[in-house]
């Protein structure tokens, strides 16, 4: 690591609280920081080779508007809403409602930290047209509970989404 990159990280510690708290639990933030690198390069490659094995995407169409609304990430200007790691955001187009990802539960409370930042936000279960799961780990899936189950959850239980496909039943490709 170079003397640089060391100065930039002591930077970095300096203006982020979190990032020092979690490098100064590691017993040698230096070696942490250069296996982070190296993942971040067989990352990349990985990424590379898939986006190369893909292709381009075939005309998807097109929309007059877009929002995106975090339900649920690590920061928030907000202190009514719960701060978790894990995402989920509510994707809003022309024609259909989202819910990308449902964060992570890791107290098993009921309701999740998501539904309380739903309703604290307005939004309905009612609202939502979709539901797409980026992964099948804990923190995209409602808790770590549901992974082994190939499945995930808005809260503590599985909801009745209605319905005749149930998304909670649908099953992971892993």
Known sequence: MSQEEIAALNQAMQDDTLLAAILNESEDPVKLYEDYKLRV???????????NR????EDIGVTESLEILPLMD???????LIQLAGVSYLIRTDNATILFDLGLNPANTDPSPLLNNMEKLGVKLDDIDIIVISHN???????SQWRAKNTFSL????????????PQDMLFDV
Do not use: V, Y
């Open 54 to 57: 893909l292709g381009a995407l």
């Open 155 to 166: 809260t503590n239980h599985q909801i009745d989404l209605g319905g005749d496909e149930r």
């Open 137 to 143: 780990h804990g923190d995209h899936i409602g808790g």
């Open 74 to 80: 690590w920061f928030s200007k907000s202190p009514d």
């Open 41 to 51: 390069r067989r990352s990349d490659s990985i990424w590379t080779q898939e986006q």
